[in-house]
Structure formats: C-alpha cells, structure tokens
C-alpha cells in the first residue's frame, strides 16, 4: 500500500488590484514517493506546472485547487476557498477642451473616472500647479501645449491614471494704418502693417491704374512712398 501525497501549497501574496499575476508554489510532500504531476485550478485558468503563475483580471474571490500525482499513481487534492481577493482597479477618464487662445486661458476639468474615490490632478504648467478637487478649475498663464495628468484611487489603493494634451494659442493681432506721411520727417514715415504673433504675411499695393507700386511678404518691410525710387 503506497502513501497517498499530502498536498499543500502557497503564494507570493492573496491580494491585490486587478489584474494581477501571482506566483503559486508546490509544497506537497509524500512518503517513500515522489510526486510527478501537479494540476491546478484557479477558477479562471488551469496550469500543470510545478511552480505556475498565474494572472487575474476581474474583481473577486478565487478558490485555488491543486491535485498531485506521485510515481506510484497515488492522487490528492486540496482545495483553499476563496484564497485570492482581487481588488477593483479604477479607470481614470477625463475631458476638457483642447485647443484655446491665452485670452481665454481658464480651463474646466470634468473627470469621467470610473469607480474613484480620490483624484490628483498635475496641471504641467510652469507653475507646477496641483488640485485634489474632483472637477477643478484652472488658469494657464503662458502660450503653449500642455499634458494635464490625472490619478485616481478607490478605498482598496488601485490606482489608475491617464492624461491628456491641450494648447494654449496666441492671441493674433493685426492693425493696417490708414494713412501716413512719407516726408522724411522721421514721424509715419513708412506704411506698414502692426502685427502679433503672425505667420504668415503679404501685402501689394496698386495704383488707380491697377499697377503694382509695392509689395512685401516681410511685415517688418513697409513702404516709404516712393515709385520707382521717387517720392510720389
């Protein structure tokens, strides 16, 4: 009559946020034998290896059972009900617009989490501005792209986090004189567009005739009045 195995067997840990992967290992132990086999069952996936891991990807309770042969085809199996909790992971989700000038710099975050209960919000300005507020509300000082991030927990600890870019634009400016004096008294002098923050530029100006008298794509060039190289 041969020994029947007495099988036992444990994990790095029996708790955690989903999904998790958790190394399990073989602890059985048999008399004047040795074991061959090993079959486990996690409730969500099986395994024959000695020393498996195995992954959990949804919320809840797992028994774990282990079932070892030995060489002399003797089998037992142990059963550890409800031995792994995984914990729900939060899904961190927000909106907000993408795209505003620095006239209007004052930005409405919505958060759109899933399952949170605590929120920290990294704004990625200059100022490194922070909010624990589930919604805040927050003012950019500076033209440029910024990639606010947002971290959300629960009362387990899981945590979760996404961001998001959005650019803040320059104001764009653009003022055309509607006269000047081309006396070579040093005042208005030169006809010229006033610009801020233009990328692109190009003025002709013509004469009763239709004839181009000048024209420029530098909006730091203007006209001093002359046609031709003469005064008109």
Same mark, same amino acid.
């Given at each position: ?6 099988v ?5 840990v ?35 290896l000695k ?21 002399n ?6 059963v ?21 000038s ?7 975050f919505s ?23 589930q919604?805040?509300?927050?003012s950019?000082? *500076?033209?440029?792209? %910024?990639? +606010?991030?947002?971290?959300?927990? !629960?009362?387990?600890g899981?945590? $979760?986090?996404? /961001? ?6 320059? *104001?764009?400016?653009? %003022?055309? +004189?509607?006269?000047?004096?081309? !006396?070579?008294?040093?005042?208005? $002098?030169?006809? /010229? ?11 002709e ?20 009045g ?7």
């Amino acid at each position: 009559i041969f020994a029947s195995p007495n099988v036992n067997f444990s994990s790095d840990v029996i708790s955690g946020c989903n999904p998790i992967c958790i190394d399990f290992q073989d602890a059985s132990v048999v008399t004047n034998s040795t074991i061959i086999s090993w079959n486990w069952d996690f409730e969500s996936g099986t395994s024959l290896l000695k020393k498996p891991t195995h992954c959990f990807n949804e919320k809840g309770e797992y028994s774990v059972k282990l079932t070892v042969k030995s060489d002399n085809g003797c089998r037992s199996t142990l059963v550890k009900s409800n031995m792994i909790e995984v914990y729900p992971t939060p899904e961190a989700s927000f909106t907000s617009i993408e795209k505003t000038s620095i006239l209007f710099p004052v930005i409405d975050f919505s958060d759109a989490s899933l399952g949170a209960d605590t929120w920290s919000w990294n704004f990625n300005d200059t100022q490194a501005n922070f909010s624990t507020l589930q919604n805040p509300i927050h003012s950019y000082s *500076e033209v440029g792209t %910024y990639c +606010p991030k947002l971290i959300v927990s !629960n009362g387990y600890g899981c945590l $979760d986090s996404t /961001k998001m870019c959005l650019e803040i634009t320059p *104001e764009f400016t653009f %003022y055309i +004189p509607n006269a000047f004096s081309p !006396n070579a008294d040093g005042l208005n $002098d030169i006809f /010229k567009p006033i610009s801020e923050d233009l990328q692109w530029y190009y003025i002709e100006i013509m004469n009763r005739f239709g004839e181009i008298v000048f024209s420029s794509d530098n909006v730091d060039f203007g006209w001093n009045g002359a046609i031709d190289g003469y005064l008109v």
